[in-house]
């Protein structure tokens, strides 16, 4: 599987499952997350997910591990740091929660760009990562499923050649 934007595990791939299983067509729209989170919010279980950075350093447990190479997430979502798609570096978060108003309070945040670390969200820039779960936990990859933890993530440097039109591409996007 070759991921380009993101990897996740925890709440969000719940919603990409139960938004792949209504697909009806080849693509549809964010309303199409809508019932999707709801009902993922409504019956979230909670799911300790860690992630093991090339160094071996072993970090979580998190309701929520996004790997980017973005800072935007889902169109509306801004993740903190400097986030560069260029550096061969992955962007690591590890996203802590008690309950399902924990996530729901991260997702607000998200929307209005209003994420910041602190003890509820940890990140760790790395080139391999791992992410481990203690149950069964679903992974998403670029807005698909992809399978299920332990996923093994790793930057291929200069593996993609983007060609982006500069009247429309800004830095602060």
């Not at 934007?5 to 792949?20: F, N, P, T, W, Y």
């Not at 291929?156 to 996007?173: C, F």
Request: aromatic fraction near 8%; include cysteine.
């Amino acid at each position: 599987e070759v991921m380009v934007l993101m990897v996740g595990a925890g709440i969000d791939s719940q919603i990409v499952e139960r938004a792949h299983s209504k697909r009806r067509g080849s693509t549809f729209g964010k309303l199409a997350y809508i019932g999707p989170i709801a009902r993922s919010l409504v019956s979230y279980h909670k799911i300790d997910h860690w992630f093991v950075l090339e160094d071996g350093s072993r970090h979580g447990p998190f309701a929520q591990v996004v790997v980017a190479n973005i800072a935007g997430y889902g169109g509306f979502w801004r993740m903190p740091g400097d986030v560069r798609y260029d550096d061969g570096l992955f962007d690591v978060y590890g996203f802590r929660a008690s309950g399902a108003m924990g996530l729901l309070r991260h997702g607000v945040r998200g929307a209005l760009k209003k994420l910041e670390e602190g003890s509820d969200l940890v990140h760790f820039q790395a080139s391999r990562v791992r992410i481990e779960a203690s149950d069964p936990s679903p992974v998403q990859c670029d807005g698909d499923p992809a399978g299920s933890c332990p996923i093994e993530i790793r930057s291929v440097p200069r593996a993609l050649t983007l060609v982006i039109d500069e009247r429309t591409y800004s830095r602060s996007d």
